[in-house]
């Protein structure tokens, strides 16, 4: 199939739903039938037009949400990571830690943000840590599960070779957790602009989050829109950009190990 | 081409370990699998071991490998008893071929060497050189799942072989092929194991397989496992394969080892 047939199906349904949303809100019979009124819903050309408008606010802003996201997401995969690999290398920490690794995901990020801002204030690092918060937990679990799903066999073939447990590690189980680290890698990326706009919303001075905040007060609907479709679009990029690492990265067929 | 191959285990062949077991017997849980085996192989030697499916062959390797220690009894690999001694002492090659499959055929073939500290360039280098005696030659850069069953299990073989070890326990290696790949197969290990001193202990199901590429042959009882019959194979090796195979000696030790299987079943 080629990419523009692959691609048309999306397209088409997605600039139908565009044009019913612009009808509905322009034709006056329609909208007053619906009982819809402009301001709290503004046209997709409406839309349009606040995103050129208000360009260089939203740039600002977006720029502002797209550093919290990258510096909480790159802080989690680096902590998950290593605590997949240290609950892995031993039984008694897997068995110590997992309730609370579990526990720690059952907490709203709604809920804890507030505080985070109580505890460390308006800054940087709140957003970042609320953002890693919610991002840890898909990495970790996703991670440690591929450790941990390693043919017993290839371990024990790795053995009769020679090698040592960091070797196997190294060599067998790392790689071989890979295309699992890649999963909790793409949820974890969806999910870190909206733990995003959670942290924004507990206390923030700038950021698409806070914009959303601000407009949204202000009936300013049009430019709340923008300001959605904005961390949308970083979102599907980003997941974008993390599953074209994982094609480069893991170039083999994943879905087994070994074929029998 | 054969010195070429055997130079990278010359020196682990070249001593050579005798494998000796006595009286082991194994056990998981209450279930016993090994009962009171003994035997013997000396360098240059191989040994077939046929039995039924699910007989414990494979436990008995792990056992004799050092992977597993044994209830009771004991098992030597030239003058070591130790399990990690003894896992030093031996190559395993599993059933299953068990290639990294994000890792070429020649980083496969070369993973012993890289795990005892050689560069990758020096490694890769040593491997390849092997390539064209296995009949792999064009193949040094492809990925596992880019190879037929038989060159994988070629790839998995010198991958064994490039362990270096004086000791060569076979799991099946050949099982998971089909009839004629499993011949071309086995023709080719005869031709890889005539003149070298390795000690090699190779496990099946398949009687005819055990009796071609063996000088001896251990034919075990369904579990508990236990050697119901040992045959001595006095003719040497022969590389043609199709010719071994129907000659009237082999007919009569074939229907000698099946009937002994029978035999053991019931």
Known sequence: MSAARRYLAPAAVILVLLGAWELAARWDWIS??????????????????????DRSLLADDSWVTLREVLLGFLCALAAGLAFAVILHLSDTLRRAFYPLLVASQTI????????????????????????????FFPVTVNTLDGLRSVDPQLITMMRTLGASRTQILSRVELPSALPFFFSGTKIAIAVAVIGAVFAEWAGAGSGLGHQILIASSNLLTARMFAAITLLSVMAIVLFAVVSLIERKVVTWDSRGVTRT | MLTRLREGTQDAAREGRPVRASGISHSFGELRVIDRIDLEVEPGEVLGIVGPSGCGKTTLLELLAGL?????????????????????????????DLLLPWLSAVDNA???????????SAARTEASGHFERLGLSGFEEARPGELSGGMRQRVAFLRTLMAGRPVLLLDEPFASLDAITRAEMQSWLAGVLGPDLHTVVLVTHDVEEALYLSDRVLVLTPRPATVAERIEIDAPRATDRAAAVTSPEFAELKERALRSLAEAAR
């Not at chain 1, 507030?114 to 690092?125: A, E, K, Q, R, T």
């Not at chain 2, 209830?71 to 031996?90: F, N, T, Y």
């Open chain 1, 108 to 135: 709203p990020p709604v809920a804890i943000a507030p505080i985070l801002i109580v505890w460390f204030g308006f800054g940087l690092g709140p957003k970042v840590l609320l953002i890693a918060l919610v991002c």
């Open chain 2, 68 to 96: 597993r220690t044994p209830d009771s009894g004991s098992v030597s690999i030239g003058d070591r008893s130790e399990p990690a001694e003894r896992l030093e002492g031996c190559a395993y090659m599993p059933q299953r």
């Open chain 2, 110 to 120: 070369a993973l012993a060497l890289r795990l005892a500290g050689a560069s990758r």
């Open chain 1, 32 to 53: 007053n039938a619906l009982n819809i009124q402009d301001f709290l819903v503004p046209a997709p050309s409406d839309i349009a037009t606040s995103l050129w408008r």
